[in-house]
Each structure stands twice: as C-alpha cells, then as structure tokens.
C-alpha cells in the first residue's frame, strides 16, 4: 500500500549543519507533522513554532529540552508563513521573551483569532 501524501514523515534535511536542529512536532491537520528548526547560537532562534495545541508544545520543549535549552531560552522567533501549524505557538514564546519576526501581512494571523463555530455553522447551512 502506497503512503498517502499527507502523511508524510518529518523532514529531517539532508546536509544541515550541526547548528540547525530540526523538531517534528505533531499538527490535528491532515498534512500530518510539521518540522521546526533550532537555529543553535546566539541569540537561540526557532524557525517556525508549530501548532498551538498542547501536544505539539510538549513535543517542542521535549525537542529544546535535548540540546539542553528551554522555551524561555528562545530568543528569536522566525514565521515563515501564516499557516497555524507554523506560528501557533509564537505568541506564547513572546511572552516569555523571545522577539517574533513575521510579514506584516500574516502579523494579524499571530493572535489566533478563530471563529470556527460561526464558519461550521455556516458551512453546514451551504
């Protein structure tokens, strides 16, 4: 049986350098995990936070706490798209400190403003 494109396993890079470490973190979307990236130096950066969902924060600090490093320890926070399986969780690590840098057109996109019940409604009326 063929893999399903969406079930795709993390990416894990072909020739990084020892200073980029890459963490699956698990998303409830169909496109299955999604790869951050430690940027190992100073100031300690992350390339993408993943979802803001408790298992894939576990999974993240589960992933710092490896090379020895906390969520406070993140410094600098890079989105680099406005999708939720890739900033979910860049607010939370602002508040503890680090500095979140996104295109001003997805900024907005940061305060997880959701109105699903009002869209599930609608859609089932379609």
Known sequence: ???SPFR????????LPPWVVPIA???????GPVTLYLLDGDPLTLVDTGPATRTAWRKLVRGLEARGYAPRDVKRVLVTHGHHDHFGAASRLAGLGAEVHVHPHDASNLLLRRDYLRRWRRLRQS
């Open 1 to 3: 049986m063929s893999r």
């Open 8 to 15: 795709r396993r993390p990416c894990r890079g072909g020739a």
């Open 25 to 31: 973190v698990p998303t409830p979307y169909p496109v």
